[in-house]
């Protein structure tokens, strides 16, 4: 937890994204769609009206810089908050804080690091203090709001999406970084144009990407007569692991878990083991794979195989109990056990039957002799009046029908050949020939 933190006075030690951290809108850059003249956002800060507010999206597009800004403008006490070391404790603490505040006659804007982070207690902690206007809740997240955080504390709150930086806007913040004497303004640097061009394509709208590299770069750079020289050489070594292109909330996220779902469907281990490093390396959530990895066992596999709905909820787990990156060996060991696994999808395909039916004929009444009969009303009724307990029965069969009698005959699952779900579809083959012999 940091108080009053973002506008102190840095040391030139300070990393470089530390020292060039926009002290004022108008040094901000990007999210014009916000902060243009006449948007919403800026329309709300320049007339001291914020409300609780959600920033949504990518690292480094300045969510922290901008709610330091909005409290820095509407003059109201600030606390950073992060959900990665913070619990109930500490919120009720801060909370006390925030309503002698307020009781003083002062707002206080309460910044949330990684909100998403938070489980449904910690955030409902919140709540009664947004409502009775003790603070100004400003979270941040890389993830879906929707998903990600309570719907009472989502619903007080205006959720903003903030957009990666396009590549004009970092070179601006790099040449700004180079002229600005809080970056490298009171030495001489040499870097080209194409050189900064480059970097901004590396950071893939990240602004603090983009910065860290710039820094790397001239303090690696060549020194003589007090100037600095970035040479193509430094700078292909600064930038020497590839970036890979991967927003976990855009189009290319859900294309890579495509590719990797198809790959394993078509049983080919190896493509499936490239998507998954490519997910894993460019920083996915290992968990997420894991319960994508779930489910295809299930959808794809089945009956087949049914071990492998074993093997990845166990990499799920292993994921949950260790993390990156010693996981992905667990999820390496689920892709290629999916890949090499007999595939069927009759079980899916029998649940989509059934919910199409289910959906359609809502109202069809359970059989009597099906429905439970606790009270003596109910067996007058004939609730329960015929059911035949299976366990009575020497081959723990019986005739007894079980759907409505208007589905009578219906068949949603229809197993195939694969791997043990042969013997599944010999076993209920058999249980057919039983119901319909003497019936």
Not at 73 to 93: L, M
Not at 310 to 331: K, R, T, W
């Amino acid at each position: 937890m940091i108080q009053q933190s973002m506008f102190d006075d840095r040391q030139t030690s300070s990393p470089l994204a530390s020292r060039m951290r926009p002290q004022s809108l108008d040094e901000f850059l990007g999210q014009s769609h916000l902060l243009g003249e006449g948007k919403i956002m800026r329309q709300m800060i320049d007339a001291d009206a914020v409300t609780s507010m959600i920033f949504w999206g990518p690292p480094g597009v300045g969510k922290t810089t901008l709610a330091g800004v909005i409290a820095a403008k509407t003059h109201a006490h600030f606390i950073e908050f992060s959900a990665v070391t913070s619990g109930i404790k500490e919120i009720k603490e801060v909370m006390g804080k925030a309503e002698s505040n307020r009781v003083m006659g002062e707002r206080t804007i309460l910044f949330v690091d990684e909100i998403h982070r938070f489980n449904k207690a910690q955030q409902d902690a919140f709540l009664p203090f947004v409502e009775k206007g003790s603070i100004i809740l400003i979270g941040a997240t890389t993830e879906n709001p929707s998903f990600e955080i309570n719907s009472a504390l989502l619903s007080r709150c205006k959720v903003f999406v903030l957009h990666a930086l396009s590549r004009e806007e970092l070179t601006a913040l790099l040449e700004r970084a180079i002229s600005d004497p809080r970056g490298f303004g009171n030495e001489g640097v040499g870097i080209t144009d194409d050189m900064l061009s480059a970097i901004a394509a590396f950071a893939n709208g990240d602004a603090r990407t983009a910065l860290n590299t710039l820094e790397m770069a001239l303090l690696n750079g060549e020194r003589e007569n007090g100037r600095i020289t970035v040479t193509a050489e430094t700078l292909e070594q600064c930038m020497s692991r590839k970036s890979l292109l991967y927003d976990k909330n855009g189009e290319e996220h859900y294309n890579l878990i495509s590719a990797l779902h198809k790959s394993v469907r078509n049983s080919d281990a190896d493509a499936g083991l490239y998507w998954l490093a490519r997910m894993l390396e460019a920083g996915e959530d290992p968990l997420y794979v894991a319960r994508r990895l779930v489910r295809f066992a299930s959808e794809d596999v089945g009956l087949a195989d049914s071990r492998a709905l074993d093997i990845c909820v166990a990499a799920y787990q292993s994921c949950h109990f260790l993390g990156m990156p010693e996981c992905n060996v667990h999820l390496a060991h689920a892709v290629i056990y999916l890949a090499a696994a007999p595939k069927s999808n009759a079980a899916a395909t029998a649940y989509s039957l059934a919910a199409k039916d289910a959906r359609e004929m809502l109202a069809e009444p359970v059989p009597l002799h099906l429905r439970n009969a606790p009270t003596k009303l109910m067996r007058d009724l004939d609730y329960g009046k015929g059911y035949q307990y299976a366990h009575d029965f020497e081959d723990k069969l019986t005739r007894m029908t079980c759907l409505p009698e208007s589905l009578l005959g219906r068949k949603y699952y229809r197993p195939t050949n694969q791997g043990t779900e042969s013997r599944i579809k010999e076993r209920l083959e058999q249980i057919e020939a039983f119901k319909n012999e003497k019936s």
